[in-house]
């Protein structure tokens, strides 16, 4: 067993070697193969006629061979039979031979006929010809499948992605799909059967594959007979639950792959190339989301919108599908130069009609931001500006309120003085009963644009908050992070193993953020379905199993314990807050105690002295429990504080 084993691997690696070291014979290579086989049938010819008949002159059997040689050499160089990929022969390959094989006998029996007007005496017998037409067409055509069979056989020992596939459903799509896989050379996967959600189905067969019935929940069948992949077509079974298949098949380690429409496909490309791998987005139980587009561009088009934090994850979603609205004139700002010279020339490629402006500058700089306004005259201003990192906001609380709340405060403040019609910000589920310095400085930052709302009377400016959790895939957020430590070879770091949090796309994220920003009437906080929380444990194992590894074998998972500032789950509303829901049953309105504008304004221009006095952050975050009372800290510095708030009370 052992001698098997090295040998098969020795025939692996040499092999592999072999295909990568050789490429595409060139043709005049090709050309010389089949001289050589035209030579071969010429001696096989010979051989045969001299088996059946005593008369066989050598001599003059090799002149004749050479003619014969002469005029297939020609046809073969008419009929280009040279000029196709062996590995890649085809029925029109076949053909191109069948042709100049054919032409060829036929230009020998034209000799044949001349030669017997002429001297009444014959070049070949016709016996000779047809032996000689039969077996010169076979062995091309043989060493071409030969060729192209032994390039298959190792190309798939070799190539690790030829596995046991089923297809998900029965229908025209599903079928298709399946045909343009059989048909694949070299093969990269062996499909086996069908998938089908009908019990009555099961005792047909598509494509002389039988037809396994799946019954929701179970995937028992899949396993039972080893099958190694799925592939789900873009159309299958309405009532299936397709994200709770997906998740079965990914914690049985069963490769999930998807694959376009049909009519998507291009010909010109291999099918397995169009297949692709599912994401871990496409893991969340959530349904997809249903948008208001009409109110929406109602909102938006011809408008001239700012962005802020534009070049960041969530901003620069938010530009790319503002563009989408048509704007009069999109103002992207951020201090991040080269993300905004890329995202600049992305919008100005995609949408050449809309004018688009890139800004560099800092929301903690009033007096630039004045210029910005006075020059542009924002209509609507998106807020995405933030800081967001929770342990390095713990440690750096001076900068957390410098952007968080200051800058936030500058961008409303001139949004009033400039009359823009809505501003929409975007804030976190962290700012619900903060643990943390930089969900209580976003908790602020709402106060104080709501506050606004309470002298409304004063301008007419619809102040909207817009509050979700974790993006997946956004900047700094835990995907990414996995991702690299997958690639790295792990171990993969998780803080604590039932931390859980509500994620979300980015495209997701953003799409809610455009429609509340056009469905608030101000003054609101808008709060996101996020469905069900994801136990981060979970996510890192379906991220390894993604991959094709497996968790705690191939990558380790590694428990570092709690951040400063991090709890185990976020919350969406507090325990006072309800909610009320709006026409989109994805976004609820929650209901948050209101403050007066001058009360926020004044805590908040304290604080603002305490943090241009100095660098004292325990006096800081001090004031900050104070404005947000339900700012408890944990795994923090700062939780001696909250201490001393309970003594004093």
Same mark, same amino acid.
């Given at each position: 067993?052992?001698?098997?084993?090295?040998?098969?691997?020795?025939?692996?690696?040499?092999?592999?070697?072999?295909?990568?070291?050789?490429?595409?014979?060139?043709?005049?290579?090709?050309?010389?193969?089949?001289?050589?086989?035209?030579?071969?049938?010429?001696?096989?010819?010979?051989?045969?006629?001299?088996?059946?008949?005593?008369?066989?002159?050598?001599?003059?059997?090799?002149?004749?061979?050479?003619?014969?040689?002469?005029?297939?050499?020609?046809?073969?160089?008419?009929?280009? $039979?040279? /000029?196709? !990929?062996?590995?890649?022969? +085809? *029925? %029109?390959?076949?053909?191109?031979?069948?042709?100049? =094989?054919? &032409?060829?006998?036929?230009?020998?029996?034209?000799?044949?006929?001349?030669?017997?007007?002429? $001297?009444? /005496?014959? !070049?070949?017998?016709?016996? +000779? *010809? %047809?032996?000689?037409?039969?077996?010169?067409?076979? =062995?091309? &055509?043989?060493?071409?499948?030969?060729?192209?069979?032994?390039?298959?056989?190792?190309?798939?020992?070799?190539?690790?992605?030829?596995?046991?596939?089923?297809? %998900?459903?029965?229908?025209?799509?599903?079928?298709?799909?399946?045909?343009?896989?059989?048909?694949?050379?070299?093969?990269?996967?062996?499909?086996?059967?069908?998938?089908?959600?009908?019990?009555?189905?099961?005792?047909?067969?598509?494509?002389?594959?039988?037809?396994?019935?799946?019954?929701?929940?179970?995937?028992?069948?899949?396993?039972?007979?080893?099958?190694?992949?799925?592939?789900?077509?873009?159309?299958?079974?309405?009532?299936?639950?397709?994200?709770?298949?997906?998740?079965?098949?990914?914690?049985?380690?069963?490769?999930?792959?998807?694959?376009?429409?049909?009519?998507?496909?291009?010909?010109?490309?291999?099918?397995?190339?169009?297949?692709?791998?599912?994401?871990?987005?496409?893991?969340?139980?959530?349904?997809?989301?249903?948008?208001?587009?009409?109110?929406?561009?109602?909102?938006?088009?011809?408008?001239?919108?700012?962005?802020?934090?534009?070049?960041?994850?969530?901003?620069?979603?938010?530009?790319?599908?503002?563009?989408?609205?048509?704007?009069?004139?999109?103002?992207?700002?951020?201090?991040?130069?080269?993300?905004?010279?890329?995202?600049?020339?992305?919008?100005?490629?995609?949408?050449?009609?809309?004018?688009?402006?890139?800004?560099?500058?800092?929301?903690?700089?009033?007096?630039?931001?004045?210029?910005?306004?006075?020059?542009?005259?924002?209509?609507?201003?998106?807020?995405?500006?933030?800081?967001?990192?929770?342990?390095?906001?713990?440690?750096?609380?001076?900068?957390?309120?410098?952007?968080?709340?200051?800058?936030?405060?500058?961008?409303?403040?001139?949004?009033?003085?400039?009359?823009?019609?809505?501003?929409?910000?975007?804030?976190?589920?962290?700012?619900?009963?903060?643990?943390?310095?930089?969900?209580?400085?976003?908790?602020?930052?709402?106060?104080?644009?709501?506050?606004?709302?309470?002298?409304?009377?004063?301008?007419?400016?619809?102040?909207?908050?817009?509050?979700?959790?974790?993006?997946?895939?956004?900047?700094?957020?835990?995907?990414?992070?996995?991702?690299?430590?997958?690639?790295?070879?792990?171990?993969?770091?998780?803080?604590?193993?039932?931390?859980?949090?509500?994620?979300?796309?980015?495209?997701?994220?953003?799409?809610?953020?455009?429609?509340?920003?056009?469905?608030?009437?101000?003054?609101?906080?808008?709060?996101?379905?996020?469905?069900?929380?994801?136990?981060?444990?979970?996510?890192?194992?379906?991220?390894?199993?993604?991959?094709?590894?497996?968790?705690?074998?191939?990558?380790?998972?590694?428990?570092?314990?709690?951040?400063?500032?991090?709890?185990?789950?976020?919350?969406?509303?507090?325990?006072?807050?309800?909610?009320?829901?709006?026409?989109?049953?994805?976004?609820?309105?929650?209901?948050?105690?209101?403050?007066?504008?001058?009360?926020?304004?004044?805590?908040?221009?304290?604080?603002?002295?305490?943090?241009?006095?100095?660098?004292?952050?325990?006096?800081?975050?001090?004031?900050?429990?104070?404005?947000?009372?339900?700012?408890?800290?944990?795994?923090?510095?700062?939780?001696?504080?909250?201490?001393?708030?309970?003594?004093?009370?």
């Amino acid at each position: 067993m052992k001698k098997i084993y090295f040998f098969s691997q020795l025939f692996k690696v040499f092999s592999h070697k072999l295909l990568k070291r050789f490429g595409y014979l060139p043709r005049g290579i090709v050309f010389a193969i089949d001289l050589f086989l035209l030579v071969l049938s010429c001696i096989l010819t010979g051989f045969i006629i001299y088996s059946l008949t005593s008369d066989f002159n050598f001599q003059l059997f090799i002149n004749k061979s050479l003619v014969a040689i002469s005029i297939s050499s020609f046809y073969f160089l008419l009929f280009r $039979t040279y /000029s196709g !990929l062996i590995r890649h022969s +085809t *029925i %029109l390959d076949a053909v191109r031979l069948l042709l100049a =094989t054919s &032409f060829s006998a036929a230009t020998l029996l034209s000799l044949n006929f001349i030669q017997f007007y002429t $001297t009444g /005496s014959v !070049l070949f017998k016709i016996p +000779t *010809i %047809l032996i000689f037409f039969i077996v010169s067409f076979t =062995t091309l &055509f043989f060493f071409r499948i030969t060729v192209k069979q032994a390039y298959e056989y190792i190309y798939s020992y070799n190539n690790k992605y030829v596995a046991r596939l089923a297809v %998900l459903g029965t229908n025209d799509n599903s079928i298709s799909l399946g045909t343009a896989i059989l048909g694949e050379k070299p093969k990269r996967y062996n499909l086996i059967a069908f998938l089908d959600t009908k019990r009555k189905n099961q005792s047909k067969r598509i494509l002389s594959l039988p037809i396994l019935f799946l019954q929701e929940g179970n995937i028992d069948i899949l396993i039972d007979r080893k099958i190694q992949a799925v592939l789900i077509p873009s159309i299958f079974p309405a009532d299936f639950d397709i994200k709770k298949f997906m998740n079965l098949c990914v914690e049985a380690n069963i490769k999930v792959y998807v694959a376009p429409l049909i009519g998507k496909l291009d010909t010109d490309k291999p099918i397995s190339s169009q297949i692709k791998d599912i994401q871990i987005d496409d893991l969340l139980e959530r349904d997809p989301i249903e948008l208001d587009k009409k109110t929406i561009k109602k909102q938006l088009k011809g408008k001239t919108v700012l962005v802020s934090g534009a070049a960041g994850s969530i901003g620069s979603e938010i530009s790319l599908q503002i563009a989408g609205f048509k704007p009069y004139e999109l103002i992207l700002l951020d201090q991040a130069e080269s993300p905004m010279f890329e995202l600049g020339n992305r919008l100005k490629e995609l949408f050449p009609d809309i004018k688009i402006r890139c800004v560099i500058a800092d929301i903690r700089n009033y007096n630039r931001l004045h210029e910005i306004f006075e020059q542009f005259q924002p209509e609507i201003v998106y807020h995405a500006a933030a800081y967001k990192h929770v342990p390095l906001m713990e440690l750096n609380p001076y900068e957390a309120l410098f952007t968080n709340v200051f800058g936030t405060k500058n961008l409303a403040d001139l949004s009033v003085k400039f009359m823009v019609g809505r501003f929409v910000m975007v804030s976190t589920d962290k700012a619900v009963n903060p643990s943390n310095v930089m969900g209580a400085s976003k908790r602020i930052a709402e106060i104080y644009v709501q506050s606004l709302n309470t002298i409304s009377k004063d301008h007419h400016t619809k102040f909207i908050t817009t509050r979700f959790g974790n993006v997946l895939g956004s900047n700094g957020s835990v995907v990414p992070i996995f991702q690299k430590q997958i690639e790295k070879g792990g171990p993969i770091t998780i803080t604590h193993p039932d931390i859980i949090r509500y994620f979300m796309t980015i495209p997701e994220a953003c799409q809610l953020v455009l429609e509340a920003g056009a469905m608030g009437g101000g003054g609101e906080i808008f709060i996101f379905d996020m469905g069900e929380p994801v136990k981060i444990i979970d996510l890192a194992t379906k991220m390894i199993k993604l991959s094709g590894l497996e968790p705690h074998t191939d990558i380790k998972i590694k428990i570092t314990g709690l951040r400063p500032g991090e709890k185990l789950y976020e919350e969406l509303l507090n325990d006072r807050s309800t909610t009320h829901p709006t026409y989109n049953d994805k976004i609820m309105i929650a209901t948050e105690k209101h403050y007066t504008h001058d009360w926020v304004a004044s805590q908040i221009e304290e604080l603002q002295k305490i943090v241009l006095n100095g660098s004292d952050f325990t006096l800081m975050v001090y004031k900050m429990k104070e404005i947000v009372p339900e700012f408890i800290s944990q795994n923090s510095v700062y939780q001696s504080l909250d201490v001393q708030k309970s003594n004093l009370n």
